[in-house]
């Protein structure tokens, strides 16, 4: 068809465009453009409410969500579709993405695991690149309730856990394909939650009871049933607490109303009791209504409950809510709750599709009324301030929240996800199908904190320190995570939280739903390729049209056109198109009044057509000519019109004995021939008058271009069917239409629905599922039963010669070849293999593309059984960030290179092969880095605290959580390394001049519970870091819990488990007033007044302790361990606060005794709270290190445990230990004792993250050149 032969296959075209007349002088140059590359792919719509918390964001910036039976997968930085994952057959409940482990085998890929479940049970494991699932799990066919990787061990990145109903919970091994095992237990499960602190423990949650289990491992079925407990009103523990309270002071009011105020706050708290029966029902508060339950992330042994209207804090050690969240009256109800891992901040999404930060407020005392209390904080360690009246909760006030999201009626927030390394940016999924991004961001646009290395220049009795590179005034600090926005909660020097905004970011919108009607763009040409993009046009019920661009998946224009529902749609070029609409019709003679626009899709401008008719019979079909001159509007049982549509005028209505059209198509050949002498001679007579063409100047070239348009009239032709099947044939040249040829019907035919036209192929089909071929050029015909009944539909594939067509049924889908004599290439039956089919075209040459029912929009493959392509075939707007998709060499080579290049005079991220980078890779980093923000690489270049904070900066931007954990802790305790070892003479002065008084790292010599925060210009690690965090802060954080615990007492069990506390802790003040307040009627009072007399008169002569030291070894030996060492720090404590150094060397150590005989016990965890809350820093060093060689060295027996184990394979035990190292190194890391963490690198084959170890240690002076080389040794000897 010369110049308007259509371009065939077109995948990864490049093109040679010819020369113009203007570029005759130019012939050699060529103009190279690639044409957008159409792969299988699904454009979602409106999802189900099934789908309801089916989203997630993982660790590399993907994000995932279910929308009715498909996974989608988007670039969070862009904002772009990468993936679609179409194999189940149901509605998508559950997505999670598993943790990146890029450290197993460098040479591949990093993992990028994704598991989705549906409504029937399905579990399936996702291959994202190549978007084909790995294996298929299933455990019956009821909907799969929950599912989450496994928590708390690297090395178990490949189990899964999925909660099947309705109480059976299944571990699956993601490598093997297998069932791990099956726990039942005698409960109704709806949810559960694993300990992010400890990965033995986990919580679920029961239709009426909250069920904990504590011997959770995965090399075993957990042998317990776990422990039930119901939430209950405390009021029966009021009774008790205000018999021990009813005294009262008659001459102060205030007193009275303080307990009045307390009681009504403390009626608002809820216990859990633990029990196989339920309580009373008036004292029972189902959970039925609990909306999640879920672990915090920053707060060890705390659990969220959501409720509609608030939110519970659970407190684990002492069973009973120690903070509630409410929400005000007008407030719109809670939906779910994500707490952060960085800061103690809770997330809240509502009804309303707002969203809430609230962040914890310093522990507050209430006096009074918990609305009118003054805000004040725990700063002083010493327990003799707070009062047995004080009443305390964990507090959270509301810092921000976003605007509320316009839902239109039905309109639903599904879900809603934090970016796991950042916390700072939230995804909002609705049933709509948009997608919306939020930001946590200041309010007045300027940072929140100063930099972690901003030490004020005159602050009396710290030690600055030195930093390693000097800082650049000019670059402002770093606010990516929220732990760079907003300081911990323990930094009592720290600014005060400044305002702060949650702004919408992005919106992705997906196709609107219902679907009536989908046309694509006019086909790629030779005379339109280097402008072509393919768009689609899809028409809704709300008058909507949509215009995507089927390359990248994404909707291009959402033009509001009309105003019912959308019946047909039809392109004049490749930037603007006729539709029409009409509302529903009742009944067989009901009129309607039409709408016919026409839209640019460049500007959205809409002309209207028709606007002089009235009611008539709704428009049945409009059909545009091939050369775009005419077209076509046919009413239902009426004459149809011609229209020119070039001048947007009508051409000729036929009388009303014209016969009825059923089907009506124009004819693709056309008098090309005639066309171009037209335009010969136009040219020719332009060059003969330019004095003509100098005049019209004036009124310019696109005037006169629409009237020579309006000149140049080609003849062209279309064929039609009536009501009786026969087939007519019609010429059309300007106003004039000639009636052709006249074909009866064959025999057996009935009622054409539908004509398609190509070459010399017109195929009619009807109502009974007959196809009709004429072929024109051997003028034959044939009939072809499909079998498949009512023909709705017909569509030819673009492309010269292609004559592959596609059909559409009621009940499917059809692609026949009729070069190969009808040969039938695939077939879809609806709805067996997918929802039902409402519409049909070609995207490309061999892309269809289906309009389903569930308001998708589906490319498929020629086979019709794939609607997914591997990421590779996509097209995208922007480059997909995700360094993920790089190979694990890369990604680490570019950790590194970003991390430092101290053996480099300078620092680039201009990086060339000499960086160790091959060809392929190096434009794909590149591009990464590209993407980067400015200030981020700005700030790379001139990191104040040198290769630590470059190496913590470098894993936050890829998104490796291991080794921000790893650098965080690092940094942290480098800077306290670095004063100490500046301190050092001060403190050797110090010993002597004190009397040779025990220092250690510059800490006290005796245990002192009113220790001063030697550190507070640094920011301290938060409460996520736990037995990591520097030992002022942890025993602060103890400390305050204890006296929470205390407010928080309503009965005997809860009184000793908060004496206990304080023992331990040294307040023995307050534990000796708590065990005399013990009630006369309880069996313990005298037990208790004994050893409240035996706290308070213990002495500190040999035979005392001798003695007490004898009965707390019988205690311990008999099994009452906690009892025992309470006795051993009583001595411990009364020591520390009395004795001189010579009796210290000979007496002391009764708290290290303690903590010994819970080692062997194997209660490492609380071996290790009491070290941290309560020893000496001697003694606290001692036990941390014997813990780190615990975990560094996994016991034989427990390894050989694990390899007999059928579900623990010997390479999966051996990675288990591989964690277990990774926490020891931590634990070194906080002890100082960096030479070690760089022999523990370097056994683990982590070379480059000791070697930038070993640099930062050098920067801040902590190595000398003789450690290093004893290092270096002991290194290479670990190989």
């Not at 991220?909 to 400015?934: A, S």
Request: with cysteine; glycine share 6%; charged share 20%.
């Amino acid at each position: 068809m010369g110049e308007l032969e259509e371009v065939q296959g077109h995948k990864d075209l490049f093109l040679e465009r010819q020369p113009s007349v203007e570029e005759a002088g130019d012939q050699h140059r060529q103009v190279v453009v690639q044409i957008p590359r159409v792969a299988a792919r699904t454009i979602t719509g409106p999802a189900n409410f099934q789908n309801q918390g089916a989203i997630d964001w993982g660790q590399h910036g993907l994000l995932a969500y279910g929308s009715n039976y498909t996974v989608v997968i988007l670039d969070s930085r862009n904002i772009q579709p990468v993936q679609c994952l179409d194999k189940h057959k149901s509605m998508v409940n559950n997505v999670v993405w598993g943790k990146i482990t890029r450290e197993r085998i460098s040479s591949e890929l990093a993992t990028m695991s994704l598991a989705s479940s549906d409504t029937t049970g399905h579990i399936i494991l996702w291959d994202v690149a190549t978007g084909i699932p790995q294996a298929v799990l299933q455990e019956g066919n009821k909907p799969v309730l929950d599912l989450q990787w496994m928590a708390g061990y690297d090395s178990t990145h490949h189990l899964l856990a999925a909660l099947h109903p309705p109480y059976s919970l299944v571990i699956w091994d993601t490598k093997s394909k297998a069932k791990l095992w099956k726990k039942t237990y005698t409960e109704t499960l709806v949810s559960f939650s694993f300990d992010p602190f400890s990965p033995t423990n986990m919580a679920f949650l029961c239709s009426d009871c909250i069920l904990f289990v504590d011997d959770f491992v995965p090399s075993k079925i957990p042998s317990s049933n776990g422990r039930k407990f119901y939430i209950s009103s405390p009021r029966v523990n009021l009774a008790s607490s205000g018999a021990r309270g009813s005294t009262t002071n008659l001459t102060s009011v205030g007193t009275e109303e303080k307990h009045r105020a307390k009681d009504r706050l403390r009626r608002l708290m809820k216990d859990l009791v633990i029990g196989e029966t339920k309580p009373r029902p008036d004292d029972y508060m189902t959970v039925s209504e609990c909306l999640q339950l879920s672990y915090h992330s920053s707060l060890r042994h705390h659990l969220l409950l959501l409720y509609a209207r608030e939110v519970l804090l659970l407190d684990l050690h002492i069973n009973q809510t120690v903070g509630i969240i409410p929400l005000e009256k007008t407030a719109s109800p809670l939906l779910q709750v994500i707490s952060s891992r960085q800061r103690d901040v809770l997330y809240c999404l509502h009804e309303s599709g707002s969203v809430s930060a609230k962040f914890r407020r310093r522990q507050l005392a209430f006096v009074g009324s918990p609305l009118d209390a003054p805000a004040g904080s725990v700063s002083s360690l010493d327990m003799g301030s707070f009062s047995s009246d004080i009443f305390m909760e964990l507090g959270y006030e509301q810092r921000c929240q976003s605007e509320v999201i316009r839902l239109t009626k039905g309109s639903k927030v599904l879900g809603m996800a934090l970016a796991p390394v950042c916390e700072r940016r939230i995804a909002l999924f609705l049933n709509t199908g948009k997608v919306v991004f939020l930001e946590l961001r200041p309010a007045n646009g300027e940072p929140m904190l100063p930099p972690t290395f901003a030490i004020p220049e005159m602050s009396p009795g710290v030690q600055q320190i030195h930093l390693p590179h000097p800082r650049n005034p000019t670059i402002p600090p770093r606010k990516e995570t929220l732990g760079e926005l907003v300081g911990p909660l323990l930094n009592e020097n720290g600014p005060p939280i400044p305002l702060l905004r949650l702004l919408v970011t992005g919106l992705l919108s997906g196709a609107v739903s219902p679907l009536t009607v989908v046309r694509m763009c006019p086909p790629l040409t030779t005379r339109n390729w280097q402008k072509y993009t393919p768009l689609l046009a899809a028409g809704t019920t709300e008058g909507i049209i949509q215009v995507y661009n089927m390359a990248t998946g994404t909707v291009d224009k959402e033009l509001i056109v009309h105003t019912c529902t959308v019946r047909g749609v039809e392109w004049t070029n490749l930037t603007s198109f006729l539709s029409f609409a009409h509302p529903n019709v009742i009944g067989s003679n009901a009129q309607v009044r039409n709408e016919v626009m026409l839209t640019d899709t460049m500007t959205g401008h809409s002309i209207a057509l028709r606007t002089d008719k009235g009611e008539e019979q709704p428009i049945d079909m409009l059909r545009v000519s091939p050369l775009k001159q005419y077209f076509v509007v046919i009413l239902k049982d009426g004459p149809f019109e011609l229209w020119d549509l070039r001048s947007l005028s009508i051409l000729r209505v036929m009388p009303k004995k014209f016969p009825t059209v059923t089907a009506l198509e124009w004819s693709p050949i056309h008098n090309l021939k005639t066309l171009k002498k037209k335009l010969a001679s136009v040219e020719e007579k332009e060059q003969a008058e330019p004095a003509n063409l100098a005049a019209n100047t004036n009124s310019g070239d696109s005037g006169r271009s629409d009237s020579q348009d309006k000149q140049l009239v080609v003849r062209e032709h279309f064929v039609f069917s009536d009501s009786e099947s026969q087939l007519y044939h019609f010429s059309v040249e300007g106003n004039l239409v000639r009636d052709g040829i006249k074909i009866p019907p064959e025999t057996g035919v009935g009622t054409v629905t539908c004509i398609a036209f190509k070459n010399d192929q017109i195929v009619q089909g009807d109502v009974d599922g007959l196809l009709n071929i004429w072929d024109l050029k051997g003028k034959s015909s044939k009939n072809v039963h499909t079998g498949r009944g009512w023909i709705k539909k017909m569509r030819f594939a673009p492309g010269k010669g292609n004559l592959k067509l596609l059909v559409l049924y009621s009940d499917g889908v059809d692609i026949v070849d009729l070069k190969k004599q009808y040969e039938r290439i695939s077939q879809l039956k609806c709805p067996k293999d997918m929802v039902k089919v409402l519409d049909i075209d070609w995207a490309a040459s061999d892309k269809p593309v289906l309009a389903t029912q569930d308001g998708c929009l589906r490319i498929m493959d020629m086979m019709l059984t794939a609607s997914f392509s591997p990421i590779i075939d996509y097209e995208f707007q922007d480059p997909l960030f995700c360094h993920t998709m790089l190979p694990n060499v890369a990604i680490m080579n570019l950790q590194l290179q970003l991390s430092g290049q101290f053996w480099n005079d300078n620092y680039t991220l201009d990086f060339n092969m000499q960086h160790g980078f091959t060809l392929p890779h190096l434009r794909e980093v590149h591009e990464q880095l590209g993407m980067l923000e400015e200030e981020d690489l700005l700030y790379l270049q001139h990191c104040p605290l040198g290769t630590a904070e470059r190496s913590l900066m470098a894993a936050q931007l890829l998104s490796d959580q291991s080794e921000v954990d790893f650098w965080t802790v690092a940094l942290y305790y480098l800077q306290i390394t670095k004063l100490e070892s500046k301190n050092i003479n001060k403190v050797y002065m110090a010993e002597h001049s004190t009397g040779g008084d025990l220092v250690s790292m510059g800490s006290p010599s005796v245990l002192d519970t009113k220790r001063i925060n030697r550190y507070p210009h640094l920011q301290p690690l938060d409460t996520c870091y736990d037995v990591l965090c520097e030992p002022y802060t942890y025993q602060r954080l103890q400390l305050e819990r204890v006296s929470l615990h205390e407010s928080k007492r309503g009965d005997y069990k809860h009184t000793k488990m908060v004496i206990e506390q304080l023992i331990l802790l040294g307040e023995m003040d307050r534990a000796v007033q708590l065990l005399l307040e013990t009630e006369l009627e309880n069996t313990n009072y005298y037990t208790d007044a004994i050893k409240a007399c035996l706290v308070a008169t213990i002495q500190s002569t040999g035979a005392a302790q001798s003695t007490i030291k004898l009965v707390a070894t019988n205690l311990i030996a008999n099994g009452n361990i906690w009892e025992g060492v309470q006795l051993l720090c009583l001595i411990a404590v009364e020591l520390n606060t009395t004795s001189a150094l010579a009796n210290y060397a000979t007496e002391a150590g009764k708290g290290l005794d303690a903590c010994r005989y819970l080692m062997s016990y194997n209660l490492w965890d609380r071996a290790v709270w009491l070290a941290k809350a309560v020893l000496p820093q001697p003694e606290t060093q001692e036990v941390m290190r014997k813990w780190a060689d615990r975990l560094w060295t996994l016991d034989h027996k427990e390894l050989g445990r694990l390899k007999i184990r059928a579900s623990i394979s010997p390479s999966s035990a051996v990675e288990l230990q591989h964690d277990k190292r990774h926490q020891a190194m931590l634990v070194m890391l906080s002890l100082g004792q960096f030479e070690r963490v760089l022999e523990m690198l370097g056994t683990l084959r982590l070379h480059a993250r000791a070697g930038l170890l070993l640099q930062a240690c050098r920067e801040f002076g902590l190595v000398s050149d003789g450690a290093l080389a004893d290092i270096l040794y002991i290194t290479s000897i670990c190989h």
